[in-house]
Structure formats: C-alpha cells, structure tokens
C-alpha cells in the first residue's frame, strides 16, 4: 500500500474494501473486481457505493479542503503564512512529484462510479429506474472527477496539450494507461455530463447532499466557461435557470447562510455533520488563526488589498474579519464552524451558474447586465449600467472568494500569477502560460506506469 486510504463499499449487508493505492485506484486487481461484481444483487446496493463515492470527496487532500485552499492559496485572494507550516508549497508554488494526494483520492472516487456505470441494471432487483438514475448520478461524478484532475494536473495552462488518463471501467484491459490529451478529457466530460442529464430522472433528486440531475448542467456550465464554449455554456446555464429550483440567496441572508445547509441558492454540497467531520483537518482550520475562532491553523490569511473589491454597504464584506489583534485579515464568515468544522461545504451554488451564464453571454452579445445585477443588487453593491470582461470577473472574485475559483479564473484568461511568501512578500511573479501552472504527476504513478508521462519541469 501507498498510503492507508481505504474506500468502504458498503454492498447488501457486508462491507468489501477495496485498498486504495495510486496504481490501484485506476487499475483495481481482479480479485477486487470479481468481488465487487459478485456482491452487487440490488440497486440498493449501487446507493451504498454511491454514498462511497461521495464520501471520498469529502477528504481533506479532495475537497474536504486542499483543492479548494490550493485554489485560493494560490490565486491573488490569500497565501499562506506558515502558521502551522500548511500550504507554503502551494503558496510559493514550490511542489514536487510527492506533493499531495488529490490524484489518489480523484481516481478512487471515479473507481467507484465507474463499479456503478459498468452495472448490468437488467441482472439486479430493486427499481431498475431509480437504478439507472444512480448511474447518471455515478456519471455526473466521473465527469466531475476528470475535471478536477484536468485542472490540477492538464498541460492546459503550461503550453502542452496533454491531459489525464481516462479509465471508465473499474478493472480494464489497460493496466498502464496513457495520457489523453485535454481536447479528449473535455469531450469525455461533455459526454458524461449529456448522457447522465438524458437517463435521470429528477423525482428521484430528494437530497442536496447527492448530486442531481442539475448538476449536470451546472457542471457543464462551469466546464464550457473554463475552455470558452460559450454557446454551450449559454444553454447549460438555462437549463439550470429554466428548471425554477434555485434562486440567488437575499442580501440579508447571505452571511448567515454559509451556517446553514441547504439553502435555496444550493445545488450540490458536500455533508459534514458533528459525528461524520474532518475536525483540525476542516477548511475552517486553515482559514482560522488559532486563538481567536476558537480554533485553527490559520495558515491561509486573506491578502491585505481584497476589502478594496467590495463597495462599502456590500454585505459580502460581513464574511471578512480581523484576527490576531486585529492584524491578519481573515474569512471568518464561510465554513464559519471551527469547532468540529461540520459545515457542509456547497460545491454548487446557483449564484455562480448566474455568474456563468453572464460571462457567457457577454461573449455572445447577449443580455449580460440583467444577470450580472441579479448578484450585485442581491449583495447590496452597486449596480452595473454597463457590462465589461473584468466587470464579470471581479463580481466573481467578490461572489465566490474563498471556494476555490479564482485561480482557474486567472488561468483561463491567461493572467500571470505571483508567488507569494509568509509576510505576503512576492516571491516571483509567474508569466503565463508556466510549466508551474500544472501539478507533477505523483512520482508513485510514474513509477508504476511505464506509459505515464511526467509534466515539463518536474
């Protein structure tokens, strides 16, 4: 074994583990896949792996908290301080083929989809309908999976062209996958994303804590702005806004929401609770400073120019806070528990397809400014009367601060990015495109897989 992670599948009555390593999450043994496909009797039984998969997202090395913190740690919205010695790698954008385990986690999570996709509904008892809902959901994940894997480790933004292995069986015939490029990832998404929107059924969608039929077109939405598809990316968005579901959460209720679950605005979220938490390891700690939240980290500390986005009544300001005495700008208002840090953690929210859907339609001449004021005059900022490409990028930065957008932001409008030391001291300012840009394939992989390229520079 790599490391200690193990994926519990609960099938039927019994629990089958499946050891998770790095080759063995795209490549599980026969043995393991004779003995998943023996135990799978009843769609019941794809609902437990289901929940599985959405367990695994929930680590702290997926987005339990470091892809969301590397997005930000990153970005021009916070570094890090080394409080704790936490994210300076990511900060200064110093990682190495043994930094993190977001490649281990994104793989087991697609293994389990990939049990539940490959399912002959025909041969198990239950409702096969709900059934093959449960594999669109399986699918939504798969596609979400491939993203994030696109987005941390692609050559998109580092002059390449090179994606990710694709691996939609959970034991193929490929035992040494190559990688695809990232024009065949991104098909793969869309692909997903279309055929699991087509097979499910939304009177099946009774929980926010499961993906649903919308958030495939949520996802689609966020993916065809990330590569520039805005004609999809227009009609994904309606589809979100057509289905009447979601609206933008009011000014008054907006900082109180974040310590709420389930919120009108919230599409998908990610369930903590306080038995069923990542504690110390939460996305709160990190943001927090130690003695003041009651508890933290603290290594992700906001930078000293970000309250300057915000108009003076813009009740956003109210997530902003002052540690430490009063010396280190802080987010003390989103995932606002530091207890247990048993907030739910929204990966999904309908403000950010509003988002989308303007950008969108800014770049197809469309109607751009009503949607773009749906957020600002929820927000208690001041409205636009006209509409620019940083206007729509700037309300994102303001709107979905500290959820782990902005450094895709600057990448996919080509910005350079500066790395930053614990006194907010900048290090080295990173012209795009940049080898850096993407993250080392996890030397346990190249190892193992005689066929897995490594990204330039590392």
Sequence with gaps: MKNNKIIMLLLASMAIIVGSCTTDDLDPTLAQSKNVEGS?????NLYSILKGAHNVMTSEEYYGRDLIANNEVRSDNAFSNGNSGRFTTQSQFQYNANTGFIWDDVYEMMSNANIIINTDLSSLEGDLAYGEHIQGQAMILRALGNFDLLRVYGQQHAGGTLGVPIVNTFKGDD?????????????AIY?????????????YDTSKILVSKY???????????????WGRAVTASEAVINSDLYSV?????????????????????LAFSGSDNLGPNALSYI???PSDAPAG???????????DIYDDGDVRLGIFGFQNEGTELRNIGKYPDTAIGADN?????????????AEALFETSGDALTQLNLIAENRGAVPYTSVTKEDILNERRRELIFEGFRFDDLMRTGQSVNTTGVLENTVETLTYPNNLFAWPIPISEINANSNMQQNDGY
């Design 40 to 44: 799978i009797t009843k769609v019941d």
């Design 175 to 187: 035992l040494f996958p190559s990688r695809s490029t990232v024009e065949e990832v991104k098909q």
């Design 191 to 203: 692909t997903d994303l279309q055929t699991a929107f087509d097979m499910m059924d939304s009177s």
């Design 215 to 229: 958030v495939a077109k949520a996802l689609e939405s966020r993916v065809a702005v990330y590569f520039e598809d």
């Design 249 to 269: 959460i009011g000014a008054d209720a907006y900082v109180s929401s974040w310590a709420g679950d389930g919120g009108s605005n919230v599409i998908f979220e």
């Design 287 to 289: 943001y927090r400073y």
């Design 297 to 307: 980290y603290g290594d992700l500390q906001v930078m000293s120019d970000v309250l």
């Design 345 to 357: 953690i929204p990966l999904f929210r309908y403000e950010e397809v509003i988002l989308n859907y």
